[in-house]
């Protein structure tokens, strides 16, 4: 069960980059045709969707995984620091900025929707990079963690 998991969660981090990436790219270049419609809002959903999916699995592996293990002196070993402390917090800021991005970015979609794309893509962007800091990437070699 934890094996599915940790497949699925790491897997699915190629799919949050690119909806998140994709949704960025879309939203500053339809800025300029000054519409917002409905392949917008699904990709933006999507990639909302996708974030919420891992970070789901996440909080199940937090419970399951050996890498969080609250020992005394957690805080001092980088991986038990990482898996306890950072990459949890680093997603569920990432998971807040996109959340609340997308939703004002929403409310002003009718009325003004440059300002919604502007703020769609300039939140997840924000999003993308706190997501890029906080992935053990396998060029962490202390993290023990793999590219798919
Ligand atoms: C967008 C959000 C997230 C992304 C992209 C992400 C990505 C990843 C990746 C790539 C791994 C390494 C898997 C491997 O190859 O070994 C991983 C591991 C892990 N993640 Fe996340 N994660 C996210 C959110 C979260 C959250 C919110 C939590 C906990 C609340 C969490 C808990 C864990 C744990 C415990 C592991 C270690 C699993 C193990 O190897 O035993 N993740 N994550």
Redesign the pocket.
């Known amino acids: 069960m ?1 094996n599915i998991l ?1 497949s699925a ?2 897997g ?2 190629w799919i ?2 690119i909806l998140l990436l994709a949704a960025i790219v879309r939203g500053f270049a339809r800025k300029k045709t000054g519409v917002y419609e409905k392949g917008d809002k699904m990709l933006n959903l999507f990639a909302m969707v996708f ?1 919420h999916i ?2 789901t ?3 199940v ?2 419970f ?5 293990n609250y020992v005394s002196g957690w805080m001092g070993m980088k991986a038990y620091r990482f ?1 306890g402390l950072e ?2 917090l680093l ?2 800021i ?2 807040v900025v996109i959340t609340v991005g997308r939703k004002k970015g929403e409310q002003l979609a009718a009325a003004h929707p440059v300002k919604a794309h502007h703020k769609i893509a300039v939140t997840y962007l924000l999003a993308l990079i706190i ?1 890029l800091l ?3 990437w396998p060029f962490r070699t202390e993290l ?5």
């Open positions: 934890e940790i969660h790491s699915l981090r949050v980059l974030v891992q970070i699995i996440g909080i592996l937090a399951l995984s050996p890498k969080v898996f990459h949890v997603m569920l990432a998971a997501i906080g992935i053990p023990g963690a793999g590219w798919i």
